[in-house]
């Protein structure tokens, strides 16, 4: 095969917990009598709450075919490459087995918002039942927790408990690592901030899309600005749409053709589920940007379903110059917006009327 497929999971394989029917029928179409992938695919998830191997068992179990860890890329997976942070201590958010994935990744010295809340106990008030009953004074930061001087911020995925992680986030940055200490102003750029998942919203069982991560980031962002008057900084953004997540899943794809001894190179990779990539108005240089992509497919088409947050019948703005950004793009404020490149290049039903589309458009013949 010259082509490979980059798969979404919510809104294209599942809705929540619950199986889309058109899944299993179209990876059949994909393997063969032993159960082989026929073309190289990924899957490519914002989820972030859990081990790749969880994921590929889960994927297994409702597909009905293998599908290995190093098929699946979650919002966090690019943080692999991110080597000069890995020694750095990391204060991470989200839910989930938190230390077991930024373990997993690579870093060394992560602790949660719940280590920090319980070293801090007077910074965590908005829940009365959960302030302390008698008062503490507690001479700890997160320097002394790492035994580093050198540290950042990791945003896995939207957390439970949002005033918390909120709350001691912002302290974070604003204290420089110290946050028992006052406000500091003028301390800026604030410390590294690297932040997984920007979907403002995602599809689960509700009729209606419900908060994602992106919300979660929204609400931070605009919390650090109201107090400082600032922008809050990203180190790095993942997940899609951004092109680092687009690159490494290639990467992924070429690592599987190349497995399979498959000769002729990938040129184009089918996202299907959604838009294929946007531009950051200010790239972050990267040594390992060459190395991921070498080699490039030629192109990357995007085909989208309509068993997802895509709502086919919803209305367009009439002045798209004034209210497109607001009504359409629901893409993060330190994105572009082209609508050339959130236009799917195809709009098909469901995933397996993708996958025959795709063979169709390839003339691949299993």
């Known amino acids: 095969p010259s082509f490979g497929f980059l798969f979404d999971i919510d809104g294209v394989l599942v809705r929540g917990k619950t199986p889309i029917p058109a899944a299993k029928t179209a990876f059949q179409k994909l393997v063969n009598s032993q159960g082989q992938f026929l073309v190289p695919v990924v899957f490519v998830t914002n989820a972030g709450n859990c081990l790749r191997q969880k994921k590929a068992d889960q994927l297994s179990h409702l597909l009905g075919v293998p599908v290995s860890q190093d098929q699946v890329m979650m919002s966090h997976s690019p943080l692999r490459m991110f080597k000069r942070y890995h020694e750095k201590c990391v204060l991470v958010?989200?839910?989930?087995?938190?230390?077991?994935?930024?373990q997993d990744l690579g870093f060394c010295q992560?602790?949660?918002?719940?280590t920090l809340r319980e070293k801090h106990p007077l910074l965590d008030v908005v829940d009365h039942d959960r302030r302390p009953n008698v008062l503490v004074s507690v001479d700890c930061s997160l320097k002394v927790i790492?035994?580093?001087?050198?540290?950042?911020?990791?945003?896995?995925?939207?957390?439970?408990?949002?005033?918390?992680?909120?709350?001691?986030?912002?302290?974070?940055?604003?204290?420089?690592?110290?946050?028992?200490?006052?406000?500091?102003?003028?301390?800026?750029?604030?410390i590294p901030v690297l932040a997984?998942?920007?979907?403002?919203?995602?599809?689960?069982?509700?009729?209606?899309?419900?908060?994602?991560?992106?919300?979660?980031?929204?609400c931070l962002e605009n919390i650090y600005k109201k107090i400082t008057g600032k922008e809050l900084k990203y180190e790095a953004l993942m997940g899609k749409p951004s092109k680092l997540t687009y690159q490494y899943a290639e990467y992924l794809i070429r690592a599987q053709a190349a497995e399979r001894q498959w000769q002729q190179p990938i040129q184009t990779l089918?996202?299907?589920?959604?838009?294929?990539?946007?531009?950051?108005?200010?790239?972050?240089?990267?040594?390992?940007?060459?190395?991921?992509a070498s080699a490039a497919a030629a192109r990357c088409r995007s085909v989208l379903v309509c068993t997802g947050v895509y709502n086919p019948h919803s209305e367009v703005p009439s002045d798209t110059r004034e209210s497109i950004t607001e009504t359409v793009f629901h893409g993060h404020r330190d994105f572009r917006f082209d609508p050339g490149l959130v236009e799917p290049d195809h709009i098909v039903p469901d995933i397996d009327a993708a996958v025959d589309l795709v063979f169709q458009l390839e003339n691949f013949a299993p």
């Open 93 to 102: 958010s989200g839910q989930g087995p938190l230390l077991d994935i930024a």
């Open 270 to 292: 089918y996202a299907v589920g959604g838009s294929t990539t946007l531009s950051l108005d200010v790239e972050t240089g990267s040594s390992w940007e060459n190395e991921l």
């Open 146 to 190: 790492c035994s580093l001087d050198d540290f950042s911020v990791v945003l896995f995925g939207e957390p439970v408990r949002w005033e918390t992680n909120l709350q001691l986030i912002i302290d974070v940055l604003l204290t420089s690592g110290y946050p028992g200490n006052p406000y500091q102003h003028e301390n800026y750029p604030h």
């Open 196 to 218: 997984c998942n920007m979907d403002l919203m995602w599809v689960a069982e509700a009729q209606s899309p419900r908060f994602g991560h992106g919300t979660f980031m929204v």
């Open 110 to 114: 992560p602790i949660t918002i719940e």
